[in-house]
Each structure stands twice: as structure tokens, then as C-alpha cells.
């Protein structure tokens, strides 16, 4: 890696150590550095290691391809190929999907929503007799 990528990624480490909000100590212990060397970390005096990229993301939770597309932008620019599509890999989280009808606004459509999926899942797992229950509670009182 040139080390002018290298100087541009240990900056959006900087950053994100700093947007984090930690106390240093903190991530020291989380990046396994002894106890004062932060400092020398961040201004890349220290080696910048995967281990420390792997220990940084899970205590931030955020993936190791945020740093690399942020810290390697050109490298990032210049792909022709994704490595996934060459030997594989794990498969793609997909965000859950918003209920019918959209998110509640208030919290007795949150309380609503709740109810229906609580009893959608009893009548799941009991069968017919939730089924009925709920929709006794649907109806309308005449």
C-alpha cells in the first residue's frame, strides 16, 4: 500500500476515533495498544495492523468496509470487479422491511401494530383458536 493511502486511511481512523467520542483509554484497551499510545497510533508512528482495523470496528460496530472505501478512495475508485463475485461470500443482510401501511406515529398505533403481530404469532404457533380470538377483537362493537 502506498503510503500516501496509508496516511489518508490512519486520518479517517483519526476521525472516527474522534467522532466516537471514547476516551482514549477506551480505545486503547479495544485496539490491544498500551496505555498512552494512542497518539502515536493516530499520527501513524505506530504500525497500523488489520488486527487494529478488526478491533476498531467491532468496538465503533461498524463495518471494515466503511474504513477501506473512506480511507482508500482511489484504490475504491479504480475497482473493475467485486472480490465477491470471484470466489463467493457471505450473503447480504437485507434491511427489514417496513410494515404495511408505514411505521406507527403514535404510540397507539404502536401499541396496535404490537398486538397484531403478538397475535399473529400466538396463532402461529397454536393454530386456529388465536385466529379466532383475534378476530373477535377485530370486530366492531354494533
Known sequence: MADNDLG?????VR??????RLRNREIEKALQLRNGTLQLFLDGRLDFRVRHLRLLTRVLSVPPADFL?????????GAQHRLADWIGGAPQLKPAKAPEGGLPQTADELQAM????????IAASRGGAAQALAGAGDAEPG
Open 15 to 20: 476521525e472516527a476515533v474522534a467522532a466516537s
Open 8 to 12: 489518508h486511511l490512519i486520518r479517517v
Open 69 to 77: 472505501e473512506l480511507g482508500l478512495p482511489e484504490a475504491a475508485r
Open 114 to 121: 404490537i398486538q397484531k403481530a403478538v397475535t399473529q404469532a
